[in-house]
């Protein structure tokens, strides 16, 4: 019997249909994996969607070219922020065989910048390191001033928990308590005095003409203890209306608080403007600091990712690669050079763009990074930009720097307070930008300075008042600075805004309100005092016209009992 060889015939087969389907991957499938997983890794350091037009994988190098990248705006869906007409990296073959992408040398040529548009609030703001602005004191001032009904007192309704009315209310309790008091004791006494009256009438009456005499002594002293019952009574009803009166009279020393409670209730600007300066300066300044934002947010955690771990046991540093027991491991990226380069076309298209990258890798701890760039962009009016960046953590120490200076670049529809009553903003003005940023160990300095010159203003509403106080403190201010200090821990290090502008906004507010708080507290005063008086009023002609009516029924029995007295003494005998 024949025994089969060790290869067997349709092995050729299976070898020769591997071999194709290795062929139709390189040639047809391997362009688009390589443009998916550029696409995937860019969009994911940009933050926002990265097109790329067609990608190309070239064995001689190798190389990898890709053609027409669209880098979109993260903080606007569907707007592409800017392009490259061409991108060319050098890979080395070494470092790719071992899962390591490192760029011995790379060129972005053609790069558009679009037109500037006004900004939009971000999809997904994320990270910051300037802290989110909560603080509306521009709005809600302007607000204030632009409602018509800012100077009306407040309902009655909101007078119901001032302290006269809680007063008031208590004294009105206590003063209907003594009444029903003095009526009940009234009664009582009337009540008792007749039963006792009728009863030594009865008995005199009953009595022999010898003892008749002796009950009518006893009669005439009933009648004067009755009668001194009913002065102890009235004595008692005076003073203790006296002293509700006292009480009542008081009800003015609490206009004060009135004013207080009230004032609390009433929703009025803050006249200090603490984050005024913030609120002016942090638009202007944010879409800069983005910057640093993705600096420190998006590229060095992205770094930091792919960074890998080496045991000192094992790995040792010699010169600028690594080794493990002999076999080179470089970092898992590696941009050793990228030239970034366009020129300015006439149509403005392009811009006049120059920039190197050196040293961009995951171990920042063993290559310090630079990234330096020049730029000018005639279609967006950008002129004389300069970046310069340094990525070093060499020996564990963090020294990381980011500076950018941009000579004019233009500001457009740039809104402080944008609500349904106003749009106040800045319309259009040149500008300059001054950026520096120093990362040490974990601590951070920013500082940030804008100058806008030929400032024209924006001041949209339907309120004369308001247009007035804006245009009055704004027209004379064609330049505006606004500077902007950081100094802290990282992520989040303490912030301090200044500007000319803010101060003359915070100024012409401070004057207006404060004229209007002046006008409206004396209005609340003088409603707050009229209030108590009346209350005052009330009560004193109440108690004075229930302590009178007791009074005189008092003096009414007692004359009814001077009456019964005389005739007693007069009579000494009862028909």
């Known amino acids: 019997m024949r025994r089969p060889g060790l290869i067997r015939w349709n092995f050729f087969g299976y070898l020769g249909f591997a071999v194709a389907l290795t062929l139709a991957y390189i040639f047809f499938g391997l362009d688009g994996h390589v443009k998916n997983l550029v696409q995937q890794k860019l969009s994911a350091l940009h933050g926002a969607d990265v097109h790329i037009s067609k990608a190309a994988f070239r064995f001689n190098g190798p ?18 922020q800017f392009t490259v007409d061409r991108v060319q990296l050098d890979l080395e073959w070494a470092a790719l065989l071992r899962n390591r992408l490192v760029v011995t040398d790379s060129s972005a040529t053609g790069v558009h910048l679009n037109s500037l548009q006004p900004p939009e609030p971000a999809v997904n703001e994320g990270q910051s390191l300037i802290p989110k602005q909560s603080s509306q004191t521009l709005a809600y001032a302007s607000d204030f001033l632009s409602n018509p009904t800012r100077t009306e007192l407040p309902a009655e309704e909101a007078w119901a ?39 030594i009438r009865n008995t005199v009456n009953q009595a022999s003409e010898k003892d008749a005499d002796a009950h009518v002594k006893i009669m005439i002293g009933q009648l004067e203890k009755s009668r001194l ?44 403007f603490k984050n005024i300066e913030a ?3 942090a638009p202007e300044l944010r879409p800069a600091l983005s910057f640093v934002d993705h600096f420190y947010f998006k590229l060095l955690p992205w770094l930091e990712k792919k960074e890998q771990v080496l045991q000192s046991s094992y790995g040792r540093d010699q010169g600028t690669e690594f080794f493990f027991t002999g076999r080179y491991l470089p970092p898992r990226l590696w941009v050793k050079k990228l030239e970034i380069s366009s020129k300015e076309t006439p149509d403005g298209s392009l811009g006049d763009v120059s920039g190197r990258v050196t040293d961009l890798s995951s171990e920042p701890n063993h290559y310090a990074a ?18 310069e960046s340094q990525i070093d953590h060499r020996n564990n120490q963090v020294d990381d720097r980011l500076q950018l200076n941009i000579a004019s670049y233009p500001v457009r529809d740039l809104d402080f307070v944008k609500t349904p009553s ?22 951070v300095i ?5 100058t806008l010159d030929k400032v024209m203003y924006r001041v949209d509403t339907e309120s004369e008042a308001l247009k007035k106080v804006f245009d009055e403190s704004l027209a004379p201010l064609t330049s505006v ?48 005092y009229q209030r108590v008086v009346e209350a005052r009023k009330s009560l004193e002609t109440s108690l004075v016209t229930e302590s009178e009516a007791i009074q005189l029924r008092i003096a009414e029995e007692k004359e009814k009992l001077k009456g019964l007295t005389a005739e007693y003494k007069a009579s000494k005998k009862i028909n």
């Open 63 to 80: 190389r990898i070219e890709l053609d027409r990248l669209e880098f979109h705006d993260p903080s606007r869906v569907g707007r592409v």
């Open 481 to 528: 600075k606004m500077d902007a200090n950081a100094q802290g821990k990282l992520p989040a290090p303490h912030w301090n805004f200044t500007s000319n502008l803010s101060d003359r906004l915070k100024t012409s507010l401070q004057q207006v309100l404060g004229q209007e708080y002046d006008e409206f507290n004396g209005r609340i005063k003088e409603r707050a």
């Open 161 to 199: 928990a001032v302290p006269s009315v809680q007063a008031k209310n208590g004294l009105s309790s206590e003063f209907q308590n003594e009444v029903s008091g003095w009526k009940k004791a009234l009664d009582a006494l009337i009540q008792e005095n007749h039963e006792q009256t009728e009863a």
């Open 422 to 443: 106003l749009r106040m903003g800045i319309a259009q003005a040149d500008a300059n930008l001054n950026l520096e940023y120093l990362a040490q160990k974990d601590a």
């Open 370 to 387: 630079q990234l330096s760039l020049q730029a000018s962009f005639k279609k967006a009016e950008v002129s004389n930009l300069q970046l």
């Open 279 to 281: 609120e002016v300066g």
């Open 446 to 450: 920013i500082n940030v300075s804008s």
């Open 229 to 272: 019952e009913l002065e102890q009574l009235e004595t008692q009803v005076k003073a203790e209306g006296n002293t509700l009166l006292a009480k009542i009279q008081t009800l003015v020393e609490l206009q004060p608080h009135d004013v207080t409670v009230i004032r609390q209730n009433v929703k009025l600007p803050n006249l200090e």
